[in-house]
C-alpha cells in the first residue's frame, strides 16, 4: 500500500459525533478511503480515548492522515500533540489547513463543532486533504517541533 492509497483515520467523541458523520459523507463523496476509530453514537465519552487512537495510528503509519472533531478542537489537539511525530492543527477555516499542511506539515486535522458547521468544515477538510508539505525552508523549523 502506498502512502497515497493508505485512509484516512477518522474520530470524534460525542459533541463533535454529529460533524465527523456529516465529514464521513463528504470523504465517501470524494473516494476518500476512511476508517471511523470512533464514537458511533452521541453518549458521552472521554475525547482523549480517540485521540490517542488516531494518533497512534497515523504515527504507526496505519493512517496518512488523521481528523479528529470535539467540541472546540482544542482538547483533541492537545491530546493528539502528545505523540512524537504528530503534528495536529485546529482549523476554522481553509486558510488555515492549507497552511498547516504546506508550511507546519500536519498530519491531523482538528475541528470544533460548536466553532464551524458541516459546509465550512468540508471545504477546511478538503483543503487540508488536498496539501502537502513544501519542505525547502519549513523543514528544518518542522524538524525543530519533536527536538
Not at 482523549?48 to 479528529?68: C, E, F, K, S, W
Not at 458541516?118 to 523543514?139: C, M, N, Q, V, Y
Request: net charge neutral.
Amino acid at each position: 500500500m502506498t502512502e497515497a492509497t493508505k485512509p484516512i483515520a477518522i474520530a470524534s467523541d460525542h459533541a463533535g459525533f454529529a460533524l465527523k458523520e456529516s465529514l464521513k459523507l463528504a470523504l465517501a463523496r470524494w473516494g476518500v478511503a476512511f476508517e471511523d476509530l470512533g464514537t458511533h453514537s452521541e453518549a458521552s465519552t472521554d475525547y482523549p480515548d480517540y485521540a490517542h487512537a488516531v494518533a497512534t495510528g497515523v504515527v504507526q503509519g496505519r493512517y496518512r492522515l488523521g481528523v479528529l472533531v470535539c467540541g472546540t478542537g482544542l482538547g483533541m489537539s492537545m491530546a493528539a500533540n502528545r505523540h512524537k511525530g504528530v503534528r495536529a492543527a485546529v482549523c476554522t477555516e481553509a486558510y488555515a489547513a492549507r497552511m498547516a499542511r504546506t508550511h507546519n506539515d500536519a498530519n491531523v486535522l482538528c475541528l470544533g463543532s460548536r466553532i464551524v458547521g458541516p459546509g465550512l468544515a468540508e471545504d477546511i477538510l478538503k483543503t487540508f486533504l488536498d496539501g502537502s508539505f513544501e519542505g525547502g525552508r519549513h523543514a528544518g523549523r518542522v524538524a525543530k517541533i519533536d527536538a
